[in-house]
C-alpha cells in the first residue's frame, strides 16, 4: 500500500490526520499526534523572547496543546486559534504581530500549521523523506462563508494555497459531514437515510447521505449525497455570546455613561466588547493608537470600575484569557443541563473567576441565562437541519438516523433540540473530535490506495 497520501480534518477547534494502514478498520488508522493523544487543537504559540533569527526565519513556535500550555504558563508571545474562519477574508493575506517584533502573514501561519500536521503523517507512517506525503484529502465545511459563494471559493482557494505551501501537491477536499458519513458506514449493516450533524467551534454542518454495506467500496458517491446545508455558527459563536452576556458587562459592555445637561445615560460604544469576545479580532484591541483612544475615554462611564477594568485587560492583554474562561463556563453549564427546557434549574450556575482582571472579582452564569443567551443560535442550527431535509425533498420521517459529530455536539441542549426536530430518527452519537478525520481516510484510500491504483 503507498504510504504518500494522508487525510486531513483541519478544523477550527481541533485537528487530526489519517495514514493508510492494511491492518487497521477501513485500511486507514489516525494520527497520535500528542500527548498519545489522536486529535490535537489547532493552536500555534509564537515565542516572543529567542536567539536573533536568521533573514527570513520563522520565530519559534509551540502547537496544539503545547501552545495553550506556553500561553497558560505566562510565556511572551502570541496565541493564535480559529485560524480556519480567517479563509475567505480579507485578513487572511495581512500580516500581524507574533512577538519579539516580528510578524506573519495569516496564510504563513495557516501554512505552517499544515505543515506540520503534514510532518506529522510521515512520521507516523515511517515515509522516508525521499518519498513524502504529497497527496493528501481535506476535509472543508459545507460552507466556508454564509450566502456568498465568491467568498466561500475564495476560502477553498486559500486553504488549497496553504496545503502546496506546505507540500502537498495533489490535493482533493470533501464536505466534512459527508466524510462523517462515510465514517458511520464503515459499520452500517443494512441501507439507510443519515442526515449528519457536523457541529464543531466555528460552523454546523449538515448533510443527508445514502449509506449501506452495498454502496461503501464506491468512488463515485455523488447519486447517494442528497442534500447538503451549513451555516456558519457553531462552537465559537456560542462562547462569543455567553463572554458578552456574562462576562463583559463587568467591563461595561451595555453599560451607560453619566446622565448630563438634562440629556439621558448614553450606552458606552460596545465596538471594542464584540472585538474582545471574538477571537480572531481579539488582538486588534491591544494596538497602542486604539488602547490610548480608549484610556482617554474614562469619563464615558459612570462607573469608574468598568473602564478600570477594560484597560486592565488591554494593559495586560487578557482577551484570551476571558475567552478560555468562557469556554470553560460553557461546558461546565451544559453539565447542569439535561435537554429539557421545562426543566431548567433556576439555581444551578458555574462561577467564573476574574482575579486576574481585579482582585476578587467574579462573575456568574446561571443555566437559564446561558440557554436564553444562546436560544438565537441554538434555532439557526436547528433551522439549518430542516433546510437540509426540506432541500432534498424529504419528509423529516424519512430519516432514519441522525448523526451526530464535532466538538459542540457535547452541548446537551443543541443535542436535544435537534433530535426533537427528528423524534423518528434514530440518535447516534459518533466520536465528537476524530470521526470527520476517519471517514476522510476511507475517502482518500478510495482515491488513491491500490484499487484506485488498479482502476
Known sequence: MSLSWCAIDFGTSNSAV???????????????????????????????????LAPGAEPPRAV????????????????MRSMKSLLGSSLFEQSTDVGGGHALRYRDVVTGYLRHLKAAAEHAAGTSPAASVTRAVIGRPVFFVDDDPVRDATAQAALEACARDAGLRELAFQYEPIAAAFDHEAGCTHEELVLVADIGGGTSDFSIVRVGPQRRDRLERADDILGNHGVHVAGTDFDRRLELEALLPA???????????????????????????????????????????????ASWYADPAHHRRLMQVLRERLGHELAARTEAAKIDVAQLHHGDAAKLDEQAEVRIALDAVEAGLSVRLGERQAMAALDAELERIVDAARQTVRDAGLAPARIDTLYFTGGSTGLAPLVARLAAAFPQARAVRGDRLSSVARGLGLHALRLFGPVASAR
Open 64 to 79: 496544539g496543546r503545547a501552545a495553550i500550555a506556553a500561553y497558560v504558563d505566562g510565556y511572551d508571545g502570541r496565541l
Open 18 to 52: 489519517a495514514v493508510p494502514d492494511a491492518a487497521a478498520r477501513g485500511g486507514s488508522r489516525l494520527v497520535v499526534l500528542e500527548d498519545s493523544q489522536p486529535t490535537m487543537p489547532t493552536a500555534v504559540f509564537y515565542f516572543a523572547e529567542h536567539p536573533p
Open 251 to 297: 467591563l461595561g459592555y451595555r453599560s451607560h455613561g453619566p446622565a448630563s445637561g438634562g440629556r439621558a445615560a448614553r450606552e458606552v460604544p460596545s465596538a471594542v466588547y464584540h472585538d474582545l469576545a471574538t477571537w480572531h479580532l481579539i488582538n486588534t484591541v491591544y494596538a497602542p493608537a486604539r488602547v490610548a483612544e480608549l484610556q482617554r475615554m
